[in-house]
């Protein structure tokens, strides 16, 4: 079974394809990285990256693997997100409703001051 940071080392070498750029997006050694990957293709039981001194690239089991890891890791972090928020008291939907050109003001200072506040779980307002 993988290690969540073995998992978070794959996808961000998929994105990265260059192992200084992924141990510095993961605040870790160039070698930590190597050894993260060895370790995780022990486990897995092949190759999922092919390196070389010019190149990194994903294997046809590298995709694989991340394709599958991907939407899994997206959710265990919005989870802890969500978690988060409800623990802030910052969790649920607030509307905000106003009329006339005056309300507008207001209403912008508003939803700036949400977005100080919890800028990760505020969304853009819909115009119906």
């Not at 940071?5 to 998929?14: A, D, F, H, K, Q």
């Not at 993961?26 to 999922?48: M, P, T, W």
Request: glycine share 10%.
């Amino acid at each position: 079974m993988l290690e969540l940071r073995e998992i978070e080392c794959l996808i961000t070498l998929s994105e990265q394809l260059h192992f200084g750029r992924t141990g510095s997006k993961l605040r870790i050694s160039q070698s930590r990285v190597s050894r993260l990957l060895r370790d995780a293709e022990q486990k897995v039981g092949g190759q999922l990256f092919e390196r070389s001194s010019r190149h990194v690239r994903m294997t046809a089991l590298g995709k694989l693997l991340i394709d599958r890891l991907w939407p899994l890791h997206e959710g265990l972090n919005d989870a802890c997100a969500d978690a988060v928020a409800l623990s802030r008291g910052t969790a649920g939907t607030a509307r905000l409703g106003f009329t006339g050109a005056a309300g507008g003001g207001y209403a912008a200072r508003l939803i700036r001051s949400a977005r100080a506040y919890a800028p990760a779980r505020t969304e853009r307002p819909r115009v119906p």
